[in-house]
């Protein structure tokens, strides 16, 4: 049911910092896009970072995502 998720981004953000508190992760939460990131032959992961642009894209893509009946999932497999 659409009622059962945050109605926007800020509060999707406020619920996922309370599971990363609870996993005890960094609480800094940085959105990125398929097109920001780089991975080498070795298998390193590389990050361009523009926080000017991913938050309102992110805002954006949660929005349609909400309008289509879509949310975000927070979970995690902790097994290391």
Known sequence: MLSEFPLNLEAAET???AFLVEHRYPLEVE???IENVVIDG???CFVHR???R???AAASRYDGGLER???VVTSSDLRQ
């Open 42 to 44: 070795s298998g390193k």
């Open 54 to 56: 991913s938050q309102p």
């Open 31 to 33: 959105w990125i896009s």
């Open 50 to 52: 523009n926080r000017l």
């Open 15 to 17: 619920d996922f910092r």
């Open 69 to 71: 009946k879509l949310g």
